[in-house]
């Protein structure tokens, strides 16, 4: 865990397949000595054996073996390391289509996304037409409002300025069209191989720092990729709200209990705290706390952690994507919510039922459109025939077919999110206005194993 004067913010790196995030994320974790000469020197030796030679950065993230035979990240993977002013938590996200739904578990509760994109020949065209594009909505709608932008591989077009200029152009076109302020996001050309321009800044005779632009005066704040993580001002913390926790990973270890781990998005958690999980209703207790492998004695909002919760009975069925709370003010077990929703591809009637993610959970949800509204004014429709779309809004219930968490957007905001997703593609976004909660455990519990079958 970081110095307590430091700023922790939670970073999740972004963008299309091959872009080079692996490499860049590793690249920082090497510049600021959060991985040693030797593994550096093992991880080389390594990537060259295997025929990889230019992946011993991307391999401080990319451990599983499937990822090192295909190239590509597969899973989530954090890193931690600490500048002069920040503990900064990488989360590295895997850029295919085909694990989107890792892509959107990372990225809930980051403060900040790190977009990159690269600059070789054909490849920033690419990244357009595939995960780029998808990766900065997706951000956007689960709630980050901050992006910084790496145009990586700079050395491949000898940085050239009419390449870096062209990248900055159509990327700003898409980040604003995705809602997010283009004009003040940091454009930080570097190479993730070499390492240039991630700590030290270049010495370039056109690159002078991004632009910002605010009231039609252009500065220019900063041009490393340091400086544009002192960028940002520190996050909000939800640190007075109930307890929160959506469950990322679950680890069952002999000897030691069953391990839950993800990102705090509200409240506080000690050693002793009794937890519910939801949506199936058991109850645990917290053994200890971890962050990066050490223990610790409180986690607060915005802490990635591990709880310990023991070793559970048979009949508690802890799995990845639930979310654990305080037994007092416990997270809604629910049969079905409302949620307002904006159609982006692909009509939406009743009786549909597309994959819908919230929090870190998703799961097949029936819909019964109850309203269809006009998406800039909100109002009603009147439509006799309740077909949604695309452009258009609606007002629908949403009955989870199997296990999946939900809350009211204005009271948890990271789990009153969805997004709806269907043959691969995202074709809704939406905020949950109100749940139908149960109160009864017991058959919470029933229903959810019906569901869901037992552990």
């Given at each position: 865990?970081?110095?307590?004067?430091?700023?922790?913010?939670?970073?999740?790196?972004?963008?299309?397949?091959?872009?080079?995030?692996?490499?860049?994320?590793?690249?920082?974790?090497?510049?600021?000595?959060?991985?040693?000469?030797?593994?550096?020197?093992?991880?080389?030796n390594d990537a060259a054996n295997s025929g990889w030679e230019s992946s011993e950065y991307a391999w401080i993230f990319d451990k599983r073996q499937d990822e090192r035979a295909s190239g590509d990240t597969i899973d989530v993977t954090l890193g931690e390391f600490e500048t002069d002013d920040h503990v900064v938590t990488l989360i590295d996200c895997p850029g295919h289509n085909e694990y989107t739904k890792n892509m959107i578990n990372g990225?809930?509760?980051?403060?900040?996304?790190?977009?990159?994109?690269s600059a070789a020949e054909g490849e920033f065209e690419e990244g357009l037409r595939g995960q780029m594009r998808e990766h900065a909505r997706l951000a956007f709608y689960l709630g980050i409002r901050r992006v910084i932008v790496a145009i990586t591989k700079m050395d491949s077009c000898d940085w050239s300025e009419d390449r870096y200029n062209e990248i900055v152009t159509e990327t700003k076109r898409i980040l604003s069209k995705q809602g997010f302020n283009a004009e003040k996001?940091?454009?930080?050309?570097?190479?993730?191989?070499t390492g240039d321009n991630i700590s030290t800044a270049i010495d370039s005779p056109w690159y002078n720092g991004w632009p910002s632009t605010s009231n039609g005066v252009t500065s220019y704040p900063g041009k490393s990729l340091l400086d544009a993580i002192k960028y940002f001002p520190p996050p909000a913390r939800r640190l007075n709200a109930s307890f929160r926790l959506p469950i990322r990973k679950v680890y069952n270890i002999?000897?030691?209990?069953?391990?839950?781990?993800?990102?705090?998005?509200?409240?506080?958690?000690?050693?002793?705290?009794?937890?519910?999980?939801?949506?199936?209703?058991?109850v645990a207790q917290v053994q200890s706390i971890q962050q990066f492998h050490k223990q610790v004695k409180e986690c607060n909002a915005g802490d990635i952690v591990g709880l310990n919760l023991g070793d559970l009975s048979d009949d508690i069925d802890v799995r990845r994507c639930a979310?654990?709370?305080?037994?007092k003010d416990s997270a809604a077990i629910c049969d079905s919510f409302t949620?307002?929703?904006?159609?982006?591809?692909?009509?939406?009637?009743?009786?549909?039922?597309?994959?819908?993610?919230?929090?870190?959970?998703?799961?097949?949800c029936k819909f019964e459109i109850t309203d269809v509204l006009d998406s800039?004014?909100?109002?009603?429709?009147?439509?006799?025939?309740?077909?949604?779309r695309p452009g258009l809004a609606a007002l629908v219930k949403v009955t989870p077919l199997k296990h999946l968490c939900a809350e009211r957007y204005q009271d948890y905001q990271a789990l009153g999110r969805i997004i709806v997703r269907d043959s691969g593609r995202t074709i809704a976004v939406?905020?949950?206005?109100?749940?139908?909660?149960?109160?009864?455990?017991?058959?919470?519990?029933?229903?959810h194993f019906r569901r869901n079958g037992r552990p």
């Open positions: 865990m970081g110095s307590s004067d430091k700023t922790p913010i939670k970073l999740a790196v972004l963008g299309h397949v091959d872009s080079g995030k692996s490499t860049v994320a590793g690249q920082m974790m090497y510049q600021w000595n959060a991985v040693d000469e030797a593994t550096m020197e093992e991880l080389e990225t809930v509760g980051a403060d900040c996304a790190l977009l990159v994109v996001t940091p454009y930080v050309p570097i190479s993730g191989l002999p000897n030691v209990g069953t391990i839950v781990t993800g990102t705090v998005i509200a409240g506080r958690c000690r050693p002793g705290m009794t937890v519910r999980l939801s949506p199936g209703g058991s979310v654990v709370s305080e037994v949620a307002h929703i904006l159609v982006l591809d692909r009509a939406l009637k009743s009786g549909c039922a597309p994959s819908v993610h919230c929090g870190t959970g998703h799961a097949p800039r004014t909100g109002k009603s429709l009147n439509q006799k025939e309740k077909i949604a939406g905020t949950v206005e109100a749940v139908d909660k149960t109160t009864d455990i017991a058959k919470a519990r029933d229903r």
